[in-house]
Nanobody
Framework: QVQLVESGGGLVQAGGSLRLSCAASGRSFSTYAMGWFRQAPGTEREFVAAINWSGGSTNYADSVKGRFTISRDNAKNSVYLQMNSLKPEDTAVYYC?????????????????WGQGTQVTVSS
């Protein structure tokens, strides 16, 4: 069982930056793939970024490539999402997710564990 807690959301102006963090409980964190998803009101939850168990492989949605960076620190049981050049369309609740299979991917239904989400609002 893995519990995930996101933090770091907030209100930022367009062009600004935020860094999201996700703290995980459980001894198997270093074997899990981790992903970030987001959901805006009235829309489906969509993939943002993923990182494999070692941090050696990452995967990004086209909409965030070149602006967002996912990373992890297995010693701290944490995964991060650095978000730069933020746009109003990045406004959403951001969720951290964990997949015991270990490989970075964008398939929402394969992530077994989810956090409660953190709100990111980008003003124009």
């Amino acid at each position: 069982q893995v519990q995930l807690v996101e933090s770091g959301g907030g209100l930022v102006q367009a062009g600004g930056s935020l860094r999201l963090s996700c703290a995980a409980s459980g001894r198997s964190f270093s074997t899990y793939a981790m992903g970030w998803f987001r959901q805006a009101p009235g829309t489906e939850r969509e993939f943002v970024a993923a990182i494999n168990w070692s941090g050696g492989s990452t995967n990004y949605a086209d909409s965030v490539k070149g602006r967002f960076t996912i990373s992890r620190d297995n010693a701290k049981n944490s995964v991060y999402l650095q978000m730069n050049s933020l746009k109003p369309e990045d406004t959403a609740v951001y969720y951290c997710a964990a997949d015991p299979r270990g490989w970075a991917h964008n398939r929402r239904n394969l992530y077994d564990y989810w956090g409660q989400g953190t709100q990111v609002t980008v003003s124009s």
